[in-house]
């Protein structure tokens, strides 16, 4: 997983770039840990909380939607067991778009991980105010979490869509 901002679509690393500039000038700092996510890196953070039959499931139902090549990236990255991460697929977070973000608070030079910091909700704010989405805001909050967009992806594409953008944007390596 990168924590790259050169990782990021233009336009959307251009508005990051501002919205860390505007938390600095606040006296915030905030430090990028996830920025692109490949659809490996997805399928094991949805994967370590979900039981085996789910996958199964899940991948005919990709099958069955004409995703084929993301359904053989769930099952590629193989078991994996940890707490809940992500309700989001492989394709499915705008991660794997370059069009989302993950930061954390630095202070003192260790990350503070507390959603009611106040350098997260000046994160969050600063991110609004610049037409950007603040997990921040949701109803199952994710603080760290700034995306370009409000949308779902699921609202934007199909998943013979997602499927082809994904395979064509990290080369169609195969799972």
Do not use: K
Not at 15 to 26: F, G, P, T
Not at 37 to 48: K, M, S, V, Y
Not at 107 to 130: I, K
């Amino acid at each position: 997983m990168s924590r790259r901002l050169s990782d990021l679509e233009p336009d959307f690393r251009a508005a990051v770039e501002r919205l860390l500039s505007a938390c600095r000038a606040a006296g915030y700092e905030l430090r990028p840990f996830f920025t692109l996510r490949d659809p490996w890196d997805q399928a094991l953070l949805w994967r370590q909380s979900r039981p085996r039959p789910e996958i199964e499931r899940v991948a005919g139902q990709l099958r069955a939607r004409g995703a084929p090549w993301l359904a053989g990236v769930l099952e590629a990255v193989g078991p994996r067991n940890g707490r809940w991460a992500t309700n989001a697929l492989p394709g499915q977070s705008w991660h794997n778009h370059g069009l989302a973000l993950d930061c954390f608070v630095s202070e003192n030079g260790s990350a503070v991980w507390e959603a009611d910091h106040p350098g997260y909700q000046t994160y969050a704010a600063q991110a609004r105010a610049l037409g950007l989405t603040a997990g921040h805001f949701w109803a199952r909050r994710d603080s760290v979490h700034v995306q370009a967009r409000a949308s779902e992806v699921l609202e934007e594409y199909n998943w013979a869509e997602l499927d082809r953008l994904m395979r064509d944007r990290f080369n169609g390596r195969q799972p």
